[in-house]
């Protein structure tokens, strides 16, 4: 549970944004509560991640109508890391289809680990969801492309088009991460023998590891949000990168699993589709209004950004994100 929420007052979530200055102050406001948030620590089970400044912290708006609200450390690069599932998710959706990854992949949460082995064996087989490691790595292998190298080209593609600008990748956490993902090499052979992935599983295990090792900053994560809640238009090169419909379906997968182990708690708190990644990244979607991205490497137990969520929780409370959040109707007669 988020601590302090009662402070900030609750707006409904229909209607639409407050104005522009306003905005402006409220997204400074919630860089200043989640200041709060000292605890945490780096992730350092990939050593390139270890060496991040833990002080760091940078919190994004973009809205759908292009507009763009910043505070804190903002153009500051970081890996991408999990949060990349999401946009790949997506990407696979618009080439395969609803009914085809849902039945691939899945959609339902494992309430486990992200890298749990577990999950799938007492699912025969079934990575259950896109958001954990097992769905992210075969929905990778699903991209198009007939070599590593043209889906890898693909998926940079891709996500350089959600965020309005091209994509570089991070060689230094791309090594560490391939120095250091045995399990997900072991996920990847597991889902070859159910005949869950059609690839080659190692080569499915370096594009994920790839695509995880893109650079963004917290301006990125807000825009590539604001794309998901623009219903698959970009709002800043005003380029249409998915369908209407992709969007629905990934922010319905990301309102159930985007957090992991802790989506249920998340939800609760923050009411909105939302993803985290364990360098410290988290981007939050509000459907039709805008898009979040914060940056703070401290990350909780379960690999989730400590400012980011406080942050992420003073803005759907004060700008009225709350996607369960709304007013009685007054009836015609007042």
């Known amino acids: 549970m988020i601590v302090g929420l009662e402070e900030i007052g609750q707006r409904a979530s229909t209607g639409a944004l407050p104005g522009w200055d306003q905005v402006d102050v409220l997204v400074d406001d919630a860089y200043r509560f989640a200041l709060r948030g000292t605890g945490g620590a780096v992730a350092d089970y990939i050593p390139a991640l270890a060496q991040a400044d833990p002080d760091l912290f940078g919190v994004a708006v973009a809205q759908v ?24 998710y997506a990407l696979v959706c618009q080439n395969f289809g609803h009914e085809q990854v849902m039945a691939r992949i899945g959609v339902n949460n494992t309430g486990l680990a992200f890298d749990s082995v577990i999950a799938i064996e007492l699912n025969d087989g079934h990575p259950m969801n896109p958001m954990v490691n097992a769905g992210a790595i075969a929905a990778t292998a699903l991209m198009p492309g007939s070599t590593p190298g043209e889906r890898w080209e693909a998926i940079q593609t891709g996500l350089s088009a959600f965020a309005g600008r091209a994509l570089a990748l991070d060689d230094e956490v791309y090594r560490s991460e391939t120095a250091t993902n045995q399990r997900n090499r072991a996920i990847a052979r597991l889902l070859e023998s159910y005949r869950r992935i059609d690839t080659d599983p190692l080569d499915a295990v370096d594009v994920y590891t790839r695509q995880c090792s893109l650079l963004v900053t917290a301006k990125d994560l807000a825009v590539m949000a604001a794309t998901l809640a623009d219903g698959g238009v970009n709002p800043v090169t005003g380029r249409r990168v998915v369908s209407a419909t992709v969007c629905r ?75 369960f959040a709304s007013d009685a109707a007054v009836s015609p007669g007042g």
Do not use: C
């Open 249 to 323: 379906d990934t922010l319905a997968v990301l309102a159930t699993s985007g957090l992991y182990e802790r989506s249920g708690e998340w939800l609760f708190d923050i009411g909105l589709p939302g993803k985290s990644g364990v360098a410290g990244g988290i981007m939050a979607v509000s459907p039709g209004k805008a898009g979040i991205g914060t940056y703070a490497p401290r990350l909780d137990p379960a690999g989730n950004s400590v400012r980011g969520q406080l942050a992420t929780a003073h803005l759907s409370r004060a700008l009225g994100l709350n996607i």
């Open 65 to 88: 109508d292009g507009g763009l609200h910043a505070v804190g450390d903002v153009d500051v690069a970081f890996s991408i890391q999990s949060i990349s599932k999401a946009f790949v």
